[in-house]
């Protein structure tokens, strides 16, 4: 099984490379197109500011890649948001994967949501094994509004979607390689879909 994650410059890469490598799977870093259509497995990492990572993205032409993708694709935090339709960080059209929009948290909250909150209304196969009310680790100032996709929600005053499905796309607004124990059975279930 070759697993891939996706180098665009955007990435918390070496945290989720040493997560695969504890569930004994080497993860290969690589923004090459045929690679990255020839991998089994795809993680889509993001951390940063929405408008440069897409930027990022058109530079290298992964723009048009990434949504054509028919293996699974995991979008980890920023990587889930680009996913999306459009975001508020920098009105920045996204890849248009998932029919949701990212809005910003309002100034009434303390930005960026940072720590553990839980995530619950679980509906996929990626979370097999984990039950409801579970904490992940998360840290962000937007997030991706409940929509038809979502398939897992989190409150922070207001619930919004913190995993989203469509198709053999998935998106987590958590960080799984920073979750634990649940969060490594997140990974596990990816890789097993």
Request: overall charge positive; some cysteine.
């Amino acid at each position: 099984m070759k697993l891939l994650i996706i180098d665009y410059g955007a990435g918390n890469i070496k945290s989720i490379q040493f997560a695969f490598k504890r569930l004994g799977i080497n993860a290969i870093l690589s923004n090459n197109i045929d690679e990255i259509k020839a991998a089994d497995k795809i993680i889509f990492p993001g951390v940063g500011e929405a408008s440069s990572a897409m930027k990022m993205l058109k530079e290298s032409g992964l723009n048009e890649v990434i949504p054509k993708l028919k293996q699974p694709v995991l979008g980890i935090c920023l990587g889930m948001q680009l996913m999306c339709r459009f975001s508020e960080e920098g009105n920045t059209k996204g890849l248009g994967i998932f029919d949701v929009d990212v809005k910003r948290f309002t100034n009434s909250l303390k930005v960026p949501q940072m720590g553990w909150n839980v995530i619950f209304d679980l509906k996929s196969a990626l979370f097999n094994g984990v039950k409801e009310k579970e904490f992940m680790y998360l840290v962000h100032s937007f997030y991706a509004e409940t929509c038809d996709e979502s398939i897992a929600t989190t409150d922070y005053k207001i619930s919004y979607a913190s995993a989203l499905q469509k198709n053999n796309f998935y998106g987590v607004q958590f960080h799984p390689e920073k979750s634990g124990t649940e969060g490594a059975k997140i990974l596990k279930n990816f890789i097993e879909l």
